[in-house]
């Protein structure tokens, strides 16, 4: 990817904008950069032609930071086919968000004191409770996919991503923990790529009769990933080119708001990821003039250690990352 620096924002659409806003504020230490929307067009096709979402949908957007290094992207849609269950946990197209803390058990006893929060499985959340703090921000992000090979493949050989782990598989079928989580039985198979200096992206394929279709970024459970680029044409035309590959329409500018400025462009996959490609010029940003929240930088990512902890050319061998948070 031409010029590519780093995972930009992961996003995905909830069913209450605000709620989701206050919910990461108050329990997850979430920062609100900017507020957005209605992003809309009333008479014309734009919103097919850039989002792919039925031309009628109606976003509203919030940026939200969480830890040192991680952008989250919140949307609150409308749309006339609007899907509005999320896709379960074994679905092509299910998401969660891994975050580190230091005592998962006094964590998971503050989310449960805040109400409306279900714990799912497993044991080992019985550790000595202690005081919870944030510390690097979310230790991954998981997406769950319709072939992993294929999926993988793109990501490695398209995007630049390194794998730091091999393909592991496992049968749910007797499972408890995979059984609470809303697994059904059958073959899982799941691998993590690291994509950019800092971001571990898990993909999971589940062999276990779940919905085989993604949701759209309209639907509730929609979701992308955006890298940051230096010249997003480039990357355009560089993405163009990719069988499979279709870049939404040309790159544009944001001619106004909080984010004027910023330019962008979306692209479908392959494989069933949706992702866009952005070059926001932080530090000169409008809606810096009216907050001290600040969105994570290319600087930020590009000083952060391997989250591996590891060479790419060293595999991880046992998987270190706990699902705190689901």
């Not at 544009?252 to 490609?277: C, H, K, N, S």
């Amino acid at each position: 990817m031409p010029t590519a620096r780093a995972v930009d924002h992961l996003a995905w659409t909830v069913p209450d904008l605000d709620a989701a806003v206050d919910f990461l504020g108050e329990h997850l230490g979430g920062a609100c950069c900017y507020r957005q929307g209605p992003v809309q067009d009333p008479v014309g096709d734009w919103m097919t032609r850039k989002l792919a979402v039925h031309p009628r949908a109606v976003a509203h957007i919030a940026m939200v930071r969480l830890g040192r290094l991680r952008n989250l992207e919140l949307f609150g849609y409308t749309a006339p086919d609007q899907r509005t269950t999320p896709p379960a946990a074994d679905d092509v197209g299910a998401f969660h968000l891994g975050v580190h803390v230091q005592d998962v058990a006094a964590a998971a006893d503050r989310l449960a004191a805040a109400g409306g929060v279900r714990r799912l499985g497993p044991s080992f959340l019985d550790t000595p409770a202690g005081r919870i703090k944030l510390t690097t921000g979310p230790e991954h992000v998981s997406y769950g996919v319709a072939d992993l090979d294929a999926t993988l493949a793109f990501v490695v050989e398209v995007l630049g991503g390194t794998p730091v782990g091999a393909v592991t598989t496992m049968d749910t079928t007797a499972d408890p923990d995979a059984q609470e989580l809303g697994v059904r039985p059958g073959t899982v198979r799941r691998v993590t790529v690291r994509l950019g200096p800092a971001t571990l992206v898990e993909l999971v394929e589940h062999r276990t009769g779940g919905r085989r279709v993604p949701p759209r970024n309209s639907d509730v459970g929609g979701h992308h990933l955006a890298l940051h680029v230096e010249d997003v044409d480039a990357a355009a035309r560089y993405l163009d080119r990719q069988p499979g590959v279709t870049v939404l329409g040309t790159p544009e500018t944001v001619p106004d708001g909080p984010i004027a400025g910023d330019r962008w462009v979306y692209f479908a996959t392959p494989v069933g990821l949706q992702m866009e490609v952005l070059h926001m010029p932080d530090g000169a940003l409008p809606y810096e003039r009216d907050t001290t929240a600040r969105r994570a930088t290319v600087s930020d990512w590009l000083a952060a250690p391997d989250p591996t902890n590891r060479t790419p050319t060293r595999p991880m061998t046992q998987r270190r990352m706990i699902d705190a948070l689901d």
